[in-house]
């Protein structure tokens, strides 16, 4: 009987559809497993053949859990609002919702025909009203509190209240703005409720604060750093500029501590545990005010607060450095700099801060005029600005030690700012300081004799008495932008009292999208909820009204930002666990049951993106006494990358000619992506083809080698924009899922990158037929099982199949278990095995990885239930135990042949069967050998 995947994984998915088999119940009976996949934003390209590879090792894993006898939680959703629907939105007039309707149905028949193992009745999307309340829900928590640094938790606004009613904020330890004033109870007390709105705004941990963002003039809205790629936008490539806006920002920087500590508590890949510890950047040291001498402007004198991680050097400063963008700049550069320094700030606005941090050999700064005190020798300090100086980093200004830092001592050489000799070339790294401490700090008596720690104890104790500065730990972590200046995101439930945020009550939830006519800003530069006509809030009647009802009595504006992407992903992973709850986010029962993921796979793209921001909300979440544990991940992997292999062609420069790969030589060429549907196996170009597709070719000349364009190739990130992208439904049409979860598995570790290769998939594809065919040995090729006891030899083949294949799915090194499957069918295979025990377990073990023709094995086996829940097969080592031997037979040392016999034999036995053996008399030629010598268990060496 042939083959014939297209029909058995076309039954078998409707077989799972239809039975929900993967259907997941909260059933505190059972042991449970949660495995999470990142869930996908759901473009119009639908997949290629690397987005399933971290989904198929996720479902190997979940369906292994399910043989061994875990209730596995394995959902999916759509990470569905987004700037591509958008500005798809925006070119055609056509509404994000129904394009990322079309997207999710294009995803979901590509995830349904690889066979995961989904539990699709728990399917989420963040574009869904019924799942976005929930985030404006989390949103509204986070406003209604603040930080106690003390109790180290977020706690409601109304016990700060409470607290400011009767003591004011002096003694309090919280997180809050740098300019929040200290007021007693009797000033708080007096002042008036708009004000305290203000004063509490400073403390809650989602607030309106001006803020320096990355804005897309052509996108009309604010970026992610991670969206920003050499100065301009990663979708469409348009410049992106520094601005000043009023933003909702999350205080996530007050739990940068414990975002630390709970690094050391997950099981998730050192390099990614590394790229947060230097996201969020611990440093210890001391904050410094210089004040400056009075402004050209308005003779007022400024006090300059910088973070130094190195107070010991404070004498060592020369200059001091202010980002561009800091608030200061302006008020203290005199007339006579003004112009060069406005065009530096302009220059600098257009420069990503992802790219002033990179470029560390580029110099460039501006002298404002103005100077600074120092706190100790009251020397004139220069005060400059320059773009590695980054605003939103520490306090937006340093103090320059050319001698301590190499590119302070640059930046000084470049401009010919003075620098003492005494300080040239001098190391003061902490090895060096003890002999060389004296010399840098010449104008510090009190720093006599002391080591690098007790220097900086004591510049600290120093500047504390003038009241100049304190210890202090610092974080590079800033808090996060969470407004956009988009459509297709979630509204804010807010509107506007008098200038000041006020909620909407939580039991109106969800806030919904008006319509609009466009989907750009206004034309006054307002977001895109600036178009619709009916977007206030009647606190009457607690509904959404035209805006032409706005009298501010009653009738308020609506927020007119929504949310960024991160906002639906950041809580979607406990959503999961009680989807359905209309009136709680999730019920405790829910949660208390799966608590944690267990397993989630997803990109490294997301270190500091969606991970840190997940871990902040989920720390939230726990402090409300929501969520159980304040880590929701025990076990992250990050899967590696599948490239693509690209095709070019080339067109020498100057012409309007395209030269084959062979032919190129020293020509000066430029190399143009081609679509690889293209190009054949042999690397052929279909010319015609080319110039259908690229129709600007279509009269250039095609200099060919042998009558054939050849292509370059080149291996590259599998992507849309370099054509080198394979649809996995071509793969599944002409070789099945099987084949292609086998073959992703096969290509190398879950963790690297690899190659595709489409003609590599034929070998595994081989190995299906093979198997196949083991269980069809019937004389016209029909399906055939023996009853009976196996035989020792196929028990061998088939529990060291077990002990391997399990051994590699719990430590995730899939590839080498499809290696293991073949040599085991192979085996398998030569010994003729059709024993039903045998068969039977080789089905189970091989159904997570090959879930189709398992499941059809299974029911040909007379199985009436789903392979799904079979109990994985049991590994039992008296089945490897050697009872026999291999003997190499040798004469005068050279092997000659092999003798199979009994480990248990003596010497003498040994020796007995061997001599007789055909082929020892057939060696010796009726001779007689001086010695025999036999190792028991090794070998035998006949001499003579």
């Known amino acids: 009987m042939k083959y014939n995947f297209r029909e058995i994984e076309a039954r078998w998915q409707k077989y799972w559809a239809e039975n929900k088999t993967f259907k997941a119940t909260n059933d505190p009976g059972q042991k449970k497993y949660y495995v999470l996949d990142m869930f996908p934003y759901p473009s119009g390209a639908g997949l290629h053949v690397g987005h399933p590879l971290g989904y198929i090792a996720s479902d190997i894993y979940a369906r292994y859990k399910r043989h061994k006898g875990f209730n596995v939680l394995h959902p999916m959703g759509y990470d569905s609002f987004g700037l591509p629907a958008e500005q798809y939105a925006i070119q055609t007039g056509q509404h994000p ?5 079309k997207n999710i149905k294009r995803y979901r028949e590509q995830m349904d025909k690889i066979g995961f193992s989904y539990d699709w009745d728990r ?6 009203p019924k799942y976005y309340k929930w985030t404006q829900w989390v949103f509204m928590q986070l406003f209604k509190s603040w930080y106690n640094y003390k109790s180290d938790k977020a706690e409601p606004i109304e016990q700060l209240v409470s607290r400011f009613e009767k003591e004011g904020n002096t003694n309090l330890n919280a997180a809050c703005d740098e300019d929040t004033p200290e007021f007693s109870a009797r000033e708080w007390n007096s002042f008036s409720e708009e004000h305290r709105q203000q004063i509490l705004l400073k403390y809650r941990l989602t607030y309106l604060a001006d803020t320096e963002v990355n804005w897309c003039p052509a996108l009309g809205t604010v ?6 790629v050499n100065g301009v936008s990663e979708r469409g490539g348009h410049p992106v500029i520094r601005k000043k806006m009023t933003q909702w920002s999350m205080r996530i920087t007050a739990y940068a501590q414990r975002l630390l500590d709970g690094l050391a508590t997950v099981d998730w890949p050192q390099s990614l545990k590394d790229a947060q510890t230097n996201w969020i950047g611990r440093s210890e040291g001391a904050s410094v005010t210089f004040e400056t001498f009075p402004a050209e402007r308005d003779r007022k004198v400024y006090p ?7 107070p010991d050097t404070i004498f060592g400063v020369s200059f001091m450095t202010l980002a561009p963008e800091h608030e200061l700049v302006q008020k203290i550069t005199t007339e006579a700099q003004r112009d060069e320094v406005e065009s530096y700030v302009e220059a600098t606005a257009k420069r990503s801060e992802r790219d002033r941090l990179s470029d560390v050999k580029r110099i460039s700064g501006a002298f404002t005029g103005a100077y600074a005190r120092h706190p100790f020798t009251g020397a004139k300090i220069p005060i400059w600005i320059g773009d590695y100086v980054l605003a939103g980093y520490g306090t937006g200004a340093v103090m320059s030690v050319p001698c301590g830092d190499q590119r302070d001592y640059d930046f000084a050489k470049y401009f010919d700012i003075p620098i003492p000799n005494i300080f040239e070339g001098v190391d003061i790294s902490e090895e060096a300081y003890a002999d060389k401490a004296n010399t840098v700090i010449a104008n510090s008596n009190f720093l006599d004799g002391l080591n690098y720690k007790q220097a900086t104890r004591k510049v600290i104790e120093e500047l504390e008495k003038l009241g100049m500065g304190k210890g202090k730990i610092n974080y590079r972590l800033r808090d996060a932008v969470f407004s956009r200046q988009r459509y297709w995101g ?7 009292r008098e200038g000041l ?5 939580e039991e109106h939830l969800p806030l919904t999208l008006p319509e609009v006519e466009k989907y750009l800003p206004t034309e006054t530069g307002d977001p895109p909820l600036g178009n619709a006509s009916v977007w206030a809030w009647d606190v009457t009647k607690a509904q959404v009204v035209s805006n032409d009802l706005i009298d501010n009595q009653t009738v308020f504006p609506l927020e007119l930002n929504t949310m960024p992407g991160w906002a639906g992903s950041s809580q979607y992973f406990n959503r999961y666990m009680d989807p359905w709850n209309d009136d709680e986010i999730y019920s405790q029962d829910a949660i ?13 793209e997301h270190a500091t993106g969606h991970l840190l921001y997940s871990r902040f909300w989920q720390k939230f979440m726990f402090d409300l006494g929501i969520a159980p544990v304040d880590e929701y991940a025990c076990k992250l992997i990050n899967q590696g990358m599948i490239l693509g292999t690209s095709a070019f062609v080339y067109r020498e420069e100057g012409t309007n000619r395209l030269i084959s790969k062979g032919l190129v030589g020293d020509a000066k060429v430029a190399p143009i992506h081609a679509d690889v549907s293209l190009i054949n196996a042999s690397d052929e170009l279909d010319i015609e083809a080319f110039k259908q597709w690229r129709p600007e070719f279509s009269d250039s000349e095609f200099i060919l080698e042998d009558g054939k364009y050849l292509v370059g190739r080149e291996v590259e990130k599998m992507s849309k924009s370099k054509y080198n992208v394979v649809n996995p439904d071509e793969i599944c049409t002409d070789y099945g899922a099987d084949a292609l979860r086998l073959y992703e598995m096969f290509l ?6 690899k190659p595709w290769n489409t003609a590599g998939i034929t070998g595994v594809y081989g190995f299906l037929k093979k198997l196949w065919k083991l269980y069809h040995s019937g004389a016209d090729g029909s399906f055939y099982v023996e009853e009976g006891e196996p035989d020792k030899t196929a028990l061998k083949s088939l529990h060291k199949t077990i002990k391997k294949v399990e051994e590699d799915i719990e430590n995730f090194s899939f590839n080498t278990s499809v290696s293991t499957f073949m040599i085991c069918v192979n085996e398998l295979s030569s010994q003729k095995c059709s024993n039903r025990e045998i068969l039977s377990g080789l089905s189970v073990l091989i159904s997570p990885y090959a879930p189709h023709i398992a499941e059809e094995l299974w029911h040909k086996l007379g199985h009436t239930t789903s392979i799904a829940t079979a109990p994985f097969p049991v590994f039992d080592a008296k089945y490897l135990v050697e009872d026999t031997k291999d003997y190499p037979i040798s004469f005068n040392g050279k092997l000659r042949f092999t003798l199979e016999l009994p480990l248990d034999m003596s010497k003498e036995e040994i020796e007995k069967v061997v001599m007789e053996h055909e082929k020892t008399q057939a060696q010796l030629q009726g001779r007689t050998p001086k010695r025999v010598i036999v190792v028991p268990g090794k070998i035998v060496n006949i001499v003579g």
């Open 490 to 496: 979630e509204p804010f439930p807010v509107y506007y």
């Open 501 to 505: 945020p006020q909620l909407i009550g």
């Open 97 to 101: 919702a129904i394009t990322t309707e």
């Open 304 to 310: 300059i607060e910088v973070f130094t991680t190195r």
């Open 748 to 753: 190398g570790p879950l963790e690297q990158a």
């Open 592 to 604: 208390n049951y799966w608590r944690e993921v267990d397993l989630y796979i997803g990109g490294v």
């Open 223 to 228: 970026l992610a750093n991670d969206e920003v």
């Open 123 to 128: 399917e989420v999307r963040t574009s869904d």
